[in-house]
């Protein structure tokens, strides 16, 4: 799992680098966090039945919000409610509680 994160936190910082590098050029660089989707992905990495497949959002949604946030030329789009709260509420939290908690994350 740390490879996992440590790879989604450096595409976030490199998106949003290149959204700020790209502004005044005409591109659109947009960082999509969907959280959890309704796709394969939850039952392959055997996830259904537990928390994710329970909060996970609608596939269709999902690149909906994206596409809408990309064409506004947004860095980073969270889609849902659920989503956005926890990802402020992870500002406010000391690193070290942070890390306890995702290390109990169960996939």
Known sequence: MAVYFA????VLSFTEALHEELRST???MTA???GPTATE???TAGAKGT???????D??????????GLER???IVIPGVMNKTTALT?????RSALRRIVAGLKI
């Open 7 to 10: 790879s989604k936190a450096f």
């Open 26 to 28: 005409g591109v659109a």
């Open 32 to 34: 999509l966090c969907p």
């Open 41 to 43: 992905f939850g039952e």
């Open 51 to 57: 928390n994710f497949s329970r909060f996970s959002a």
């Open 59 to 68: 596939a269709s949604a999902v690149v909906s919000a994206g596409l809408a």
């Open 73 to 75: 030329n947004y860095a």
């Open 90 to 94: 992870t500002r406010f939290l000391p």
